[in-house]
């Protein structure tokens, strides 16, 4: 069983059309609200700050 093409034009529209509606959405809330934008970026802060944690831990030792 085939969809018409009509049917399936629309269809892809309206997909495409609520994507970027959930887009235009989630900017003007991670623009609007900066408890958002810090709760967003919270892990690469945390990813961050252990990959020097470890870079610490993890010197070479240098001997002269």
């Known amino acids: 069983m085939t969809m018409p093409m009509t ?9 495409v059309l609520l994507a970027l ?9 991670w623009i609007a ?3 958002l934008r810090a709760w967003i970026e ?3 802060y ?3 700050a252990d990959v020097q944690s470890y870079d610490k831990d993890h010197e070479p030792k240098h001997t002269r």
């Open 46 to 48: 945390r990813f961050l």
């Open 21 to 29: 509606v959930f887009a235009v959405v989630f900017l003007v809330a």
């Open 42 to 44: 919270r892990p690469k």
């Open 7 to 15: 049917m399936t034009v629309s269809l892809m529209d309206v997909i």
């Open 33 to 35: 609200s900066a408890r």
